[in-house]
């Protein structure tokens, strides 16, 4: 059996699968100036090459699926999708998770839930009418509620995923952490990151050492063993609060990645900071090539080329100002 593993004999079982580069948000930390473009529908993986990509991937020893965007939901009929990826996990077990912004969720999770999926990522921002509409330019906080609410109710293993911008959201950490309490959902406050041309700077970038200390003026944490994840994660003494930080920029986790990434049009990245010459396109090969033991055989001499760390802070806004850095994936 071919394994996915890299020179640094990491072994990568997360595949995350973006449908879609096309949200319902207008996230300032995405697209503050609104000048991303878009992949066109024609180019877009089918469900049908997705199905395919899925089943070459989990004979590679991947074990969890993460559809992403954009925003996934936003995909026209995407419980037929959810349904193909069930049968392949009938022969070969895998989690399916997904990650959205919740706009969408509350009508369609429980028929996705009935066609497989296990997890639910929800990004949410802020928990205030106000800075959520600053954040987003939608003022559907009330829905992203609910449609946490109705996940936990399904029985759905759901995270809250909050990137943290100075001046904008980090007055909001204790009130998430509150939320975390009172809710037993697990709270991830991610690290601004630098890319798609979103203005990243200093002054808006807050450090999770930074976030710890003001969390810490209230309430007592304690760390849990490490696990395979960019998150480092603590429990709230005494509470079913759980929070964890994503340190992508001040601490980042490139040494233990396991993660391969699938762009819309079917690039497979070696990184969430790959540039488009150094992606491989499997979108093609899936035309090209009948044979899936060979297409597996390719995606692993490519793994060979992963690098052990990312750019440095330096290179990678220098690689957001010239928008060398794409969302979606």
């Not at 793994?303 to 806004?317: G, R, T, V």
């Amino acid at each position: 059996m071919i394994e996915l593993k890299d020179s640094y004999n990491r072994k990568h079982d997360y595949l995350r699968i973006s449908l879609t580069d096309r949200c319902n948000l207008n996230c300032i930390y995405c697209n503050p100036n609104g000048k991303l473009t878009y992949t066109e529908k024609s180019d877009l993986l089918t469900f049908e090459e997705i199905e395919r990509t899925v089943d070459i991937f989990t004979s590679l020893g991947v074990n969890k699926i993460r559809l992403t965007g954009g925003e996934p939901l936003a995909r026209k009929n995407i419980n037929d999708l959810f349904v193909r990826l069930n049968e392949i996990k009938k022969r070969k077990p895998f989690e399916l998770a997904i990650t959205t912004n919740g706009l969408l969720l509350e009508d369609k999770i429980e028929e996705l839930k009935d066609s497989g999926l296990e997890r639910v990522n929800i990004s949410l921002d802020s928990l205030n009418p106000y800075s959520f509409a600053r954040i987003t330019g939608s003022d559907e906080l009330i829905t992203v509620l609910k449609s946490i609410n109705k996940a936990v109710q399904l029985g759905i293993k759901v995270k809250l995923n909050t990137v943290v911008i100075k001046g904008i959201n980090d007055s909001e950490l204790l009130e998430f952490c509150k939320f975390s309490i009172d809710n037993g959902i697990n709270v991830r406050f991610i690290e601004f990151m630098p890319f798609s041309n979103n203005g990243w700077n200093n002054e808006k970038f807050i450090r999770t050492d930074e976030m710890l200390e003001l969390i810490r003026s209230k309430y007592t944490l304690e760390k849990l063993p490490d696990t395979n994840s960019p998150a480092v994660d603590y429990q709230i003494s005494g509470t079913n609060g759980k929070i964890s930080f994503i340190n992508s920029i001040s601490d980042h986790f490139c040494s233990t990645c396991n993660r391969l990434r699938i762009t819309p049009n079917g690039m497979l990245k070696l990184c969430l900071f790959s540039s488009q010459d150094k992606m491989l396109n499997l979108k093609r090969l899936i035309s090209e090539i009948d044979d899936n033991v060979s297409i597996a055989a390719i995606i692993s001499e490519y793994l060979q080329l992963k690098d052990y760390e990312h750019p440095s802070l330096e290179n990678l806004i220098s690689m957001n100002n010239n928008n060398m850095i794409q969302i979606g994936g």
